[in-house]
């Protein structure tokens, strides 16, 4: 299994709701990530777990709340969005070792609307 | 800091004709060099890198390229297009050192499209 499982696909959301999106491997990563693409834009990091710990956090907003259950899962809560916030919402992992030349496994994404 | 320039943000070539996308790259530290590419509605998958050794890379699907520090550049190039070629490819960079790994700065990607 080489693959990055995200869902859901798609999601619609108003400014007060609480939502979460899941992501889920089982190849063995220690390393998830999660990236937000805007349309016509290149991703950017947001998160990063290593073994199920917050390594590194690219000033993102509160309202964004990442949580790594176990290696397997890494879920990020949204609370109290703006609809600038509209992304694609990619998650990634990697082996997590320190080695620098890591191949990231991305997940197809869950393309968000915040209305 | 890194940062990476991808010079033409679309690119048209005709099936069977050579690719060439290119990508200059910034960073105050040696560089690991990473060309992606994704497909409509889908995360990216890795075409290949460069980390240390040859600096001609082959990747995935014909794609190679070339790690040029003189010239702070790794141009992405394919010797005969395939209309499955077309998607939007992104060049990125990270650092090569601290625990900085996977904190992968891209491109603002090219858009590849291949006529008949």
């Known amino acids: 299994d080489t693959e990055v499982t995200q869902t859901p696909k798609h999601l619609v959301m108003g400014m007060t709701n609480k939502k979460s999106l899941k992501c889920e491997q089982h190849?063995?990563?220690?390393?998830m990530y999660w990236y937000k693409q805007k349309a016509k834009k290149p991703p950017e990091l947001m998160f990063v777990?290593?073994?199920?710990?917050?390594?590194i956090n690219e000033s993102v907003p509160s309202r964004f709340s990442p949580e790594c259950p176990n290696s397997s899962l890494l879920n990020l809560h949204l609370h109290a969005l703006q609809p600038e916030d509209s992304a694609l919402y990619l998650c990634?992992?990697?082996?997590?070792?320190?080695?620098?030349?890591?191949?990231?496994?991305f997940g197809s994404g869950t393309q968000l609307s915040v209305l | 800091a890194q940062s990476v320039t991808q010079l033409g943000s679309h690119v048209s070539v005709s099936e069977g004709a050579l690719v060439l996308l290119r990508c200059n790259y910034s960073?105050?530290?040696?560089?690991?060099l990473f060309w992606y590419v994704q497909y409509p509605n889908q995360g990216l998958q890795l075409l290949l890198k460069?980390?240390?050794?040859?600096?001609l890379v082959k990747g995935i699907n014909g794609f190679e390229a070339e790690f040029k520090k003189s010239e702070t550049s790794f141009h992405l190039t394919k010797p005969s297009a395939h209309m499955s070629d077309a998607a939007e490819y992104f060049c990125?960079?990270?650092?090569?050192?601290?625990?900085?790994?996977?904190?992968?700065?891209f491109g603002q990607g090219t858009i590849l499209t291949v006529h008949p």
């Open positions: 990634a992992s990697s082996q997590g070792d320190k080695r620098l030349n890591e191949k990231l496994f």
């Open positions: 190849m063995g990563h220690r390393a």
């Open positions: 777990y290593s073994y199920e710990k917050l390594s």
């Open positions: 960073s105050s530290v040696p560089p690991y």
């Open positions: 460069y980390t240390t050794g040859a600096t």
């Open positions: 990125a960079v990270s650092p090569a050192g601290g625990t900085s790994y996977g904190k992968l700065t």
